[in-house]
T-cell receptor, first 111, second 113 residues
Framework: EDKVVQSPLSLVVHEGDTVTLNCSYEVTNFRSLLWYKQEKKAPTFLFMLTSSGIEKKSGRLSSILDKKELFSILNITATQTGDSAVYLCAVLNNAGNMLTFGGGTRLMVKP | DAGVIQSPRHEVTEMGQEVTLRCKPISGHNSLFWYRQTMMRGLELLIYFNNNVPIDDSGMPEDRFSAKMPNASFSTLKIQPSEPRDSAVYFC???????????FGPGTRLTVL
């Protein structure tokens, strides 16, 4: 059974701090890993990672995948209160487009 | 450009009633997914369609749940009869092709009393 584990479960930081969120996975026939941000509504797409070692960047957010060690990290620099959300990691496999989600990391950024 | 549209946004019903949730995927997207999210179990894939054909429904909890996609722009998820443990947020998502990024609708918050 495919498994995705995120850590930490929750995190409280102050504005301006840098945070690193972790996602490890055990997936049969891995295809890609996705990061989503979920506030009080639907998850919104952040990144899709397919190749090891290639950093994806969008503003203050960046992410990288390690297919050998089976994990990914999501970095957020200079955090802002608007970054407060649950960050979800999900893994897509080749066998039927199954997207397995981790439990999420709840990030709270205090002013 | 409209994203994934779901209706209703909120549904409160009594145990035993039939519930129908509706989804309109992004125009031109060929894959559609139904998810359920609860505090206890997180986000779970229930069923997905590719070109209107159900591909994998192994996540559907039991026979009380059924999903249809009669055409490329509309899908329904039906629960009959509903039970309190079905209370959750139900998300619909679509992607351009199989294996592409999935974009989520706003969700339907279902409460079964």
């Amino acid at each position: 059974e495919d498994k995705v584990v995120q850590s930490p479960l929750s995190l409280v930081v102050h504005e301006g701090d840098t945070v690193t969120l972790n996602c490890s996975y055990e997936v049969t026939n891995f295809r890609s890993l996705l990061w989503y941000k979920q506030e009080k509504k639907a998850p919104t797409f952040l990144f899709m990672l397919t190749s090891s070692g290639i950093e994806k960047k969008s503003g203050r957010l960046s992410s990288i995948l390690d297919k050998k060690e089976l994990f990914s990290i999501l970095n957020i620099t200079a955090t802002q209160t608007g970054d407060s959300a649950v960050y979800l990691c999900a893994v897509l496999n080749n066998a039927g487009n199954m997207l397995t989600f981790g439990g999420g990391t709840r990030l709270m950024v205090k002013p | 450009d409209a994203g994934v549209i779901q209706s209703p946004r909120h549904e409160v019903t009594e145990m035993g009633q039939e519930v129908t949730l509706r989804c309109k995927p992004i125009s031109g997207h060929n894959s559609l997914f139904w998810y359920r999210q609860t505090m206890m179990r997180g986000l779970e894939l229930l069923i997905y369609f590719n070109n209107n054909v159900p591909i994998d429904d192994s996540g559907m909890p039991e026979d009380r749940f059924s999903a249809k996609m009669p055409n490329a722009s509309f899908s329904t998820l039906k629960i009959q009869p509903s039970e309190p443990r079905d209370s959750a947020v139900y998300f619909c998502a679509s992607s351009l092709r199989q294996f592409d990024t999935q974009y989520f609708g706003p969700g339907t918050r279902l409460t079964v009393l």
